[in-house]
């Protein structure tokens, strides 16, 4: 259990790294981290089917500005740890992983009060020159994300697994029912949260179109996919290079000073 927990703590610990020093890799969302917890703890099958339920839960969740969103990295790594290590699948996970996601997002408030200090203090040393002083204080931020997620993660696995699996398998079967009723409906929370950044009018039509491609077409998500990528190719190589050809063509018929008010 302790190389588990120390494996699983150092998935979170990287996780939360994605986007901060690697770059924007999708690392830290629950559909990649689902699997790997699942290579963890020998069941890979039941970690992509939770990480491809909490995707679809947090997949519109992003920190804009000074906000910060939910954990979704350690509350989607213990959820399907927890959920795997009790053998009560889905529901269990989703029970878990949103308060444990909103409990992590204080901890990482902290942290990024803490790392304001460094970053005056990689200006003092700017201005004195000093780049040993600047590269370190850089890097003690980064070292403080890795230990918000890896020493609870680590914790939690190490300490808490047996007694929040005895808990699980304590609960009733009806309560059990309520949470796998109630987690259906989350990941309908998801997809408006991502609706309601990026719908549109000219967006619309493809959203519908795909809506009845699996309606009434009965095409899986894999299908609809590649009809959507081919829609793009065509839309982006056919369609918008006769409309900048329109463009320059009405622009060229201008003469100066002219204004073409239709």
């Known amino acids: 259990m302790v190389a588990q927990a120390l494996m699983l703590g150092l998935i979170a610990g990287i996780g939360i790294l994605d986007g901060r020093i690697f770059g924007q890799m999708m690392f830290d969302r629950p559909l990649v981290t689902g699997m ?3 290579i963890v703890l020998g069941d890979v099958e039941q970690g992509i089917i939770i990480g491809a339920q ?4 947090w997949m519109g969740i992003a920190g804009i500005g000074a906000a910060t ?3 979704v990295v350690t509350g989607g790594i213990l959820g399907t740890a927890f959920a795997i290590l009790s053998g009560n699948g889905v529901e269990i996970a989703l029970a878990l992983a ?6 992590a997002q204080s901890l990482g408030v902290l942290v990024r009060i803490v790392n304001t200090y460094f970053a005056h203090k990689a200006d003092d040393f700017a201005k ?3 780049f ?10 980064v070292c403080l994300f890795f230990l918000s997620t890896f020493l609870p993660t680590f914790l939690a696995i190490l300490i808490g697994a047996d007694k929040v699996t005895n808990l699980i398998n304590s609960i009733p079967a009806v309560v059990l029912e309520g949470l796998k009723v109630a987690g259906s409906l989350l990941p309908a929370i998801g997809f408006a949260l991502l609706m309601d950044m990026l ?4 967006v619309a039509p493809f959203f519908f179109l795909g809506f009845l491609a699996a309606s009434y077409a009965g095409l899986n998500i894999t299908a609809i996919a590649l009809f959507a990528a081919c829609i793009a190719i065509i839309l982006h190589f056919y369609i918008e290079p006769k409309r900048q050809e ?3 063509s009405v622009q060229s018929n201008l003469t100066e000073g002219e204004i073409d008010f239709e």
């Open 199 to 202: 719908f549109s009018k000219k």
């Open 128 to 130: 004195e020159a000093n």
């Open 54 to 57: 909490l995707e679809l839960i």
């Open 69 to 71: 969103p939910p954990d």
């Open 36 to 38: 790997l917890v699942g």
């Open 98 to 103: 949103v308060p444990i996601a909103v409990l």
């Open 246 to 248: 329109d463009i320059v």
């Open 132 to 141: 040993k002083g600047v590269a370190m204080a850089m890097w003690i931020p």
